[in-house]
Protein backbone atom coordinates (compact mmCIF):
# COMPACT_ATOMS: atom_id res chain seq x y z
CA UNK A 1 0.00 0.00 0.00
CA UNK A 2 3.02 2.69 1.31
CA UNK A 3 6.40 1.57 0.97
CA UNK A 4 9.24 3.27 2.45
CA UNK A 5 13.17 3.14 1.04
CA UNK A 6 16.09 3.89 2.62
CA UNK A 7 19.28 4.48 1.08
CA UNK A 8 22.54 5.93 1.54
CA UNK A 9 24.13 4.49 4.70
CA UNK A 10 27.79 2.48 5.16
CA UNK A 11 30.63 2.93 7.27
CA UNK A 12 32.64 6.40 7.13
CA UNK A 13 34.93 7.19 9.62
CA UNK A 14 34.55 9.86 12.49
CA UNK A 15 33.99 13.45 11.34
CA UNK A 16 32.90 12.61 8.04
CA UNK A 17 29.61 12.83 6.47
CA UNK A 18 26.81 10.84 5.03
CA UNK A 19 23.50 11.24 3.48
CA UNK A 20 20.26 9.32 4.11
CA UNK A 21 17.71 9.23 1.55
CA UNK A 22 13.82 8.50 1.55
CA UNK A 23 11.99 7.26 -0.76
CA UNK A 24 7.88 7.09 0.05
CA UNK A 25 5.83 5.38 -2.79
CA UNK A 26 2.60 3.77 -3.37
CA UNK A 27 -0.97 4.62 -2.41
CA UNK A 28 0.29 7.94 -1.08
CA UNK A 29 -2.80 10.83 -0.75
CA UNK A 30 -1.01 13.08 1.53
CA UNK A 31 2.03 13.17 3.95
CA UNK A 32 2.15 14.94 6.86
CA UNK A 33 5.30 15.14 9.46
CA UNK A 34 7.99 12.71 7.98
CA UNK A 35 11.04 11.78 10.48
CA UNK A 36 14.58 9.53 11.17
CA UNK A 37 14.66 7.33 13.70
CA UNK A 38 17.62 5.30 14.53
CA UNK A 39 18.52 2.20 17.28
CA UNK A 40 21.79 1.49 18.33
CA UNK A 41 23.10 -1.94 19.27
CA UNK A 42 21.73 -2.54 22.71
CA UNK A 43 19.87 0.87 23.24
CA UNK A 44 15.91 1.55 22.51
CA UNK A 45 15.05 3.27 18.96
CA UNK A 46 15.35 7.05 19.53
CA UNK A 47 14.13 9.85 17.60
CA UNK A 48 16.68 12.25 15.43
CA UNK A 49 14.81 14.43 13.67
CA UNK A 50 11.46 15.37 12.28
CA UNK A 51 10.32 17.87 9.54
CA UNK A 52 6.39 18.67 9.09
CA UNK A 53 4.35 19.26 5.98
CA UNK A 54 5.81 23.07 6.05
CA UNK A 55 8.94 22.83 6.86
CA UNK A 56 9.43 22.90 10.66
CA UNK A 57 11.99 20.93 11.95
CA UNK A 58 12.85 19.40 15.34
CA UNK A 59 16.15 17.76 16.46
CA UNK A 60 17.17 15.37 19.02
CA UNK A 61 19.91 17.00 21.47
CA UNK A 62 23.10 15.20 20.50
CA UNK A 63 22.77 15.81 16.37
CA UNK A 64 21.53 19.29 17.07
CA UNK A 65 23.91 21.32 14.59
CA UNK A 66 25.18 18.44 13.15
CA UNK A 67 22.24 16.79 11.24
CA UNK A 68 20.22 18.49 8.42
CA UNK A 69 16.83 17.13 7.89
CA UNK A 70 15.13 18.35 4.71
CA UNK A 71 11.90 16.81 2.11
CA UNK A 72 11.06 17.48 -1.30
CA UNK A 73 7.55 17.13 -1.07
CA UNK A 74 6.78 16.89 -4.89
CA UNK A 75 9.24 13.46 -5.15
CA UNK A 76 7.95 12.64 -1.10
CA UNK A 77 11.56 12.22 -0.25
CA UNK A 78 13.02 13.09 3.29
CA UNK A 79 17.04 13.79 3.97
CA UNK A 80 18.95 13.49 6.64
CA UNK A 81 22.71 15.16 6.02
CA UNK A 82 24.81 13.78 8.94
CA UNK A 83 27.66 15.49 9.15
CA UNK A 84 30.83 15.14 11.78
CA UNK A 85 29.95 12.26 12.54
CA UNK A 86 30.78 10.40 15.87
CA UNK A 87 30.95 6.53 16.50
CA UNK A 88 27.77 7.15 18.73
CA UNK A 89 26.05 7.72 15.97
CA UNK A 90 26.44 3.66 14.56
CA UNK A 91 22.97 2.80 14.62
CA UNK A 92 20.27 1.16 12.19
CA UNK A 93 18.90 4.69 11.22
CA UNK A 94 15.05 4.21 10.40
CA UNK A 95 12.45 6.68 7.97
CA UNK A 96 8.94 6.76 9.28
CA UNK A 97 6.38 8.80 7.20
CA UNK A 98 2.76 10.07 8.46
CA UNK A 99 0.42 9.54 5.88
CA UNK A 100 -3.38 9.81 4.12
CA UNK A 101 -3.64 6.94 1.92
CA UNK A 102 -5.75 6.82 -0.94
CA UNK A 103 -9.33 5.37 0.40
CA UNK A 104 -7.89 5.36 3.73
CA UNK A 105 -10.09 7.40 6.24
CA UNK A 106 -7.48 8.22 9.34
CA UNK A 107 -3.51 9.24 9.05
CA UNK A 108 -0.95 6.03 9.59
CA UNK A 109 1.98 5.56 10.48
CA UNK A 110 5.00 3.85 7.79
CA UNK A 111 8.49 2.82 8.34
CA UNK A 112 11.59 1.94 6.27
CA UNK A 113 13.34 -1.15 6.30
CA UNK A 114 16.12 0.40 7.53
CA UNK A 115 19.98 1.38 6.75
CA UNK A 116 23.03 0.39 8.93
CA UNK A 117 25.11 3.81 9.57
CA UNK A 118 28.66 2.69 10.96
CA UNK A 119 31.18 5.70 12.73
CA UNK A 120 34.45 3.78 12.90
CA UNK A 121 36.62 6.08 15.52
Known amino acids: QVQLVESGGGLVQAGGSLRLSCAAS????????MSWYRRAPGKQRELVAT???????NYADSVKGRFTISRDNAKNMVYLQMNSLKPEDTAVYFC???????????????WGQGTQVTVSS
Open 51 to 57: ITGGGIT
Open 26 to 33: GSIFSISS
Open 96 to 110: NARVFATGSSYWSDY
